[in-house]
Structure formats: structure tokens, C-alpha cells
């Protein structure tokens, strides 16, 4: 189980959702991406996007986003984390 946690990104990121999580996807691991986003947890192109909230000042966004990504992956029992 792949976990890639971004609070500096946004999903639709070509970089890390539509290569990197999506390309993991294809070949047939679990991945979730957690990320801000206002459109909410939801399985996208068989990757798991699990929500935090947007934040508008990039000092909140790094200080208050790590926290959240934090809190979210707690439970998800991940082999990788990146």
C-alpha cells in the first residue's frame, strides 16, 4: 500500500497524481494521495484521494497541512509513504 502525501500540490497535479499515483494505480497497487482539495475523500482513476482542507497563506499550508496529513494517515497502515 503506496500513500504519497502532498500539502503543496493540488490533485489534479500532472506530476503526482496523473504520473506518479495514477501510473502506480495502473499497475495494480493500492495508492491513496492525500491532498487539499475542496471536492472531498473519493476513489479517482483508482487511486484513493483522501481530502484536507485548503488552506489560502502557504505558512498555514505547511505548518497546518503537515498536521493534517498527519491525523489523516495515521490509520491507513501504509508499506510506502512518499
Known amino acids: 500500500k503506496i500513500v504519497h502525501i502532498t500539502v503543496a500540490h493540488h490533485e489534479e497535479d500532472t506530476r503526482v497524481f496523473w504520473k506518479e499515483c495514477r501510473g502506480l ?6 495508492v491513496s494521495l492525500v491532498v487539499p482539495t475542496e471536492h472531498g475523500s ?4 483508482g487511486v484513493r484521494v483522501i481530502a ?10 505547511f505548518i497546518r497541512g503537515a498536521r493534517d496529513a498527519a491525523r489523516a494517515t495515521r490509520f491507513l497502515e501504509a508499506d510506502v509513504i512518499h
Open 25 to 30: 494505480a495502473q499497475r495494480g497497487h493500492d
Open 42 to 45: 473519493r476513489d479517482k482513476h
Open 52 to 61: 484536507l482542507p485548503t488552506r489560502a497563506r502557504r505558512v498555514a499550508r
